[in-house]
């Protein structure tokens, strides 16, 4: 089992930026793939960043390329998704994902967080 937990999320002005960490409470973190998702009310949950376990694949969707960077900390069991430029558009609960396989991680992870409430001003 692999327990997630989400912080960083708040509110901010369209241009600013955000640090979301999601913290993983498993020994053997290095072997998971880690990934992002966002849930805007009314829209369905989308993948919005993931990075392998060893973190040497990384995906993006589209609309936060150049904008998003996703990181992991292997020592401290813990991911990151660092959000400038931020835009209204970014308003949504945040996940943290976790499964041990980067294919699934970005489709259908195995395990998720409780979620982090994003909003961003315009």
């Known amino acids: 089992q692999v327990q997630l937990v989400e912080s960083g999320g708040g509110l901010v002005q369209a241009g600013g930026s955000l640090r979301l960490s999601c913290a993983a409470s498993?020994?053997?973190?290095?072997?998971?793939?880690m990934g992002w998702f966002r849930q805007a009310p009314g829209k369905e949950r989308e993948a919005v960043a993931a990075m392998s376990w060893y973190g040497d694949r990384t995906f993006y969707v589209d609309s936060v390329k150049g904008r998003f960077t996703i990181s992991r900390d292997n020592a401290d069991d813990t991911i990151y998704l660092q959000m400038n430029s931020l835009k209204p558009e970014d308003t949504a609960v945040y996940y943290c994902?976790?499964?041990?396989?980067?294919?699934?991680?970005?489709?259908?992870?195995?395990?998720w967080g409780q979620g982090t409430q994003v909003t961003v001003s315009s």
């Open positions: 498993t020994g053997t973190f290095n072997r998971y793939a």
């Open positions: 994902a976790a499964d041990g396989t980067f294919a699934n991680v970005v489709v259908r992870p195995n395990y």
